[in-house]
């Protein structure tokens, strides 16, 4: 197992595009998390999964953001009618349960032209 | 909130020289991590204490945690240029991790 893995790196769109963005964690890991972050700031939650239950999400989770986690495998971020304010990293990590950090991904860098 | 605040900002040292960071937090926590972030990348997780827990080393890092004033401080001793990042705290309560901006931190050779 190499970590966790997330496609594609780096992603540019127009606005207005949608954009699906894949996160393989660590597979005995069954907990999956989605952060994003912008320039000079930390990482800001969006939503967490445990196994395929999406326990919480963001306020920062618009209507437009949709996350899955189908068979607590692998899971997918979609941001629909995507707007500049979108450009970030979008992160994701697993875990193996409270008592234990979190393995990060590199990132998907996206850019809303 | 559960978010760290991390002090300073930005710290710039020599090769060689110790760098120290700190956090502070808010709530009860049932432990506190820290993690680096080279640019670019995601976060790589360091080090975690747990909270009946006073003091953690791993290496070059030392990590000490006061819970009676919500604070933790990360040392890192004899630093190196590949050490040049940005340093989080993650305190963790019952929920999911937040982080605050973090410490950058650039050693010089």
């Known amino acids: 197992d190499t970590g966790v893995s997330q496609n594609p790196r780096h992603k540019i769109t127009k606005r207005g595009q949608n954009v699906t963005f894949r996160c393989d964690p660590i597979?005995?890991?069954?907990?999956l998390y989605w952060y994003r972050q912008t320039l000079g700031q930390g990482p800001e939650f969006l939503t967490y999964?445990?196994?395929?239950?999406?326990?919480?999400k963001s306020r920062l989770l618009s209507d437009r953001f949709s996350a899955e986690r189908p068979k607590g495998s692998f899971s997918t971020l979609e941001i629909q009618r995507t707007e500049q304010g979108d450009s970030a990293m979008y992160l994701c990590?697993?875990?193996?349960?409270?008592?234990?950090?979190?393995?990060f991904g590199s990132g998907t860098r996206l850019t809303v032209v | 909130s559960q978010q760290g605040e991390e002090d300073p900002q930005a710290l710039s040292i020599q090769e060689g020289e110790n760098a120290t960071m700190n956090c502070s937090y808010k709530?009860?926590?049932?432990?506190l991590q820290w993690y680096r972030q080279n640019s670019g990348r995601g976060l790589v997780h360091l080090i975690l204490?747990?909270?009946?827990?006073r003091e953690k080393h791993s290496g070059r890092l030392r990590v000490t945690l006061d819970t009676s004033k919500k604070s933790s401080s990360l040392l890192i001793t004899a630093s190196r240029a590949a050490d040049t990042a940005s340093y989080f705290c993650?305190?963790?309560?019952?929920?999911?991790?937040?982080f605050g901006k973090g410490t950058m931190l650039l050693v010089s050779p």
């Open positions: 204490i747990r909270s009946n827990e």
């Open positions: 999964f445990q196994n395929e239950a999406q326990l919480e």
């Open positions: 709530t009860s926590i049932n432990n």
């Open positions: 990590a697993s875990s193996d349960g409270q008592n234990y950090g979190y393995t």
């Open positions: 597979s005995e890991h069954n907990r």
């Open positions: 993650a305190p963790r309560g019952y929920s999911t991790l937040t």
